[in-house]
C-alpha cells in the first residue's frame, strides 16, 4: 500500500513540475471578449461590430450604419456565405480577396483567426478597410439603405 500512495505522490509531484506557466508576452487582439452564456450570437455580433468601430473608426454613419449594413449583409450571422461561396462573413467579403484583406488590415500581434467566418475578424477587417476608404461605397458596400 505504502509503495502505492509513493507512486501517486511521485505523479502528482510530476504533473505539477511539467505545468507550463502562461505566457507573459501574450497580447489578446482588439474586441477579444467572449460570448455571453445566455447572449444570442447575433447581439455578439453587434458588440464585435461597436467594438472594432470604437477600436479603428471613425466610420460613416458610426456603430448604426456598420450594424445596418452587416445585417443586410449577413443578418449578422458570422458564418454565412452565398450560395456560391463567392462571399463570406458578417460582411459578405469577396472570398477571392479575403487573403489579401486579412492581410493587409490585420497584424500579427492580435492573433486574429485568419477565416473570413471569424465575426471578430470579419468586422475588423471591414471597419479598418471602411475607415481606411473614407466611405463604405468606395470600401465596396454601398449605401443603399443603410
Avoid at 10 to 32: D, I, K, N, Q, Y
Avoid at 97 to 112: P, S
Avoid at 117 to 143: C, E, F, K, S, Y
Amino acid at each position: 500500500m505504502r509503495a502505492f500512495r509513493v507512486l501517486i505522490l511521485a505523479g502528482c509531484l510530476f504533473a505539477a513540475a511539467t505545468v507550463v506557466p502562461a505566457s507573459a508576452s501574450h497580447r489578446e487582439g482588439p474586441c477579444s471578449f467572449h460570448r455571453g452564456a445566455d447572449e444570442g450570437i447575433r447581439h455578439f455580433s453587434i458588440r464585435q461590430i461597436r467594438c472594432a468601430v470604437e477600436a479603428f473608426g471613425p466610420v460613416p454613419g458610426g456603430a448604426d450604419r456598420a450594424i445596418c449594413i452587416a445585417r443586410r449583409e449577413s443578418g449578422l450571422w458570422p458564418d454565412a456565405s452565398s450560395l456560391t461561396e463567392m462571399y463570406l462573413g458578417l460582411y459578405q467579403h469577396a472570398a477571392e480577396y479575403w487573403e489579401w484583406r486579412y492581410d493587409t488590415f490585420t497584424r500579427r500581434a492580435w492573433d486574429l483567426p485568419m477565416s473570413a467566418l471569424r465575426g471578430r475578424t470579419n468586422a475588423i477587417v471591414a471597419i479598418r478597410m471602411v475607415a481606411d476608404a473614407g466611405t463604405w461605397g468606395a470600401a465596396g458596400w454601398p449605401r443603399k439603405d443603410c
